[in-house]
């Protein structure tokens, strides 16, 4: 099924990685997440890591009375960041792997092994009114556990598509989770490695409802301003939309390239 609109929630991480090259008070991704509001963004996601390499927990208090639309809170699933999600109370909660040793988020969580401590992160974090979404491979398996497992929605990891846009395979199997997803009731996010170039494949399927995108805009900001890299995201978004290819398909399918908005 086709959901009705297609949110884009901005990553500011970066914004505060360069921040964090030199310990310094700028640039400021909590002005960064205003700004990006202004340009349309439909949300911020932060993602609280473990070694605090780019946000920092002030940071994210800043960002939870300050983002005026969606704030979703990237995290492990840890005693400790369970417990600064309860206090801060974001929107939403993307539940993520986390290896100290990665350069970024490198796969979907393992569902199948640690299903004791997710469930009881979901449930408290619901009891709490915070939406769970898991991060996960697009791997009918995966879609089908963290169903079981009660959350409320599923994030694909987009990183194999955007690493082999070319490929059918990779797209193949984001289809096809997003379209299990759907019918299992579970609402349907994808993320990781999209740019302006790649994103209107993903944009096309109907049950993604929500895109979480990062690095490239903040890449782009730098020639054209965080604003603008914002609003060519966007339309990057509604052309792949607009071209839309409808649901679940078979080995054989051959997608249509949109073009390309800038
Ligand atoms: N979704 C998740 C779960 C992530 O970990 C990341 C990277 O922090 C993103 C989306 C955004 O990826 P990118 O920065 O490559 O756009």
């Keep these: ?49 473990e070694d605090r390499r780019h946000i920092q927990d002030a940071d994210v208090e800043r960002l939870a009375t300050a983002v005026e639309t969606v704030l979703n809170l990237e995290m492990a699933c840890t005693d400790e960041m369970l417990a ?18 990665e350069i970024t988020t490198e796969g979907g969580l393992d569902v199948s092994r640690n299903g004791d401590a997710l469930r009881t992160a979901i449930d408290t974090l619901h009891a709490s009114r915070i939406r769970v979404s898991l991060f996960i491979d697009p791997v009918m398996d995966a879609v089908q556990r963290a169903h079981d497992l009660g959350a409320a929605a599923i994030e694909l990891h987009t990183g194999p598509y955007s690493d082999h846009p070319d490929d059918a395979a990779p797209l193949l199997a984001l289809r096809n989770s997003a379209a299990q997803g759907a019918r299992l009731g579970l609402a349907v996010h994808a993320g990781h490695g999209l740019t302006v170039r790649n ?17 490239s805009i903040v890449s782009r900001s730098v020639f054209v301003g965080i604003e ?5 995201m966007r339309a990057a978004i509604g052309v792949g939309r607009r071209a839309g290819t409808g649901s679940a398909v078979s080995d054989n399918f051959s997608p249509p390239r949109p073009t390309s908005p800038a």
């Design 1 to 49: 099924m086709r959901a009705p609109s297609q949110r884009l929630y901005v990553n500011i991480d970066h914004v505060a990685t360069i921040r964090q090259a030199r310990r310094t008070v700028e640039p400021d991704p909590v002005l960064a997440a205003v700004v990006c509001e202004r340009a349309g963004a439909d949300g911020i996601t932060a993602h609280l890591r």
């Design 84 to 101: 600064i999600a309860l206090r801060l109370r974001p929107h939403q909660v993307t539940l993520v792997p986390e290896r100290r040793e």
């Design 199 to 215: 994103v209107g494949l993903v944009a096309a399927i109907d049950e993604i409802e929500e895109l979480n995108i990062g690095h």
């Design 228 to 232: 603008a890299a914002v609003r060519e």
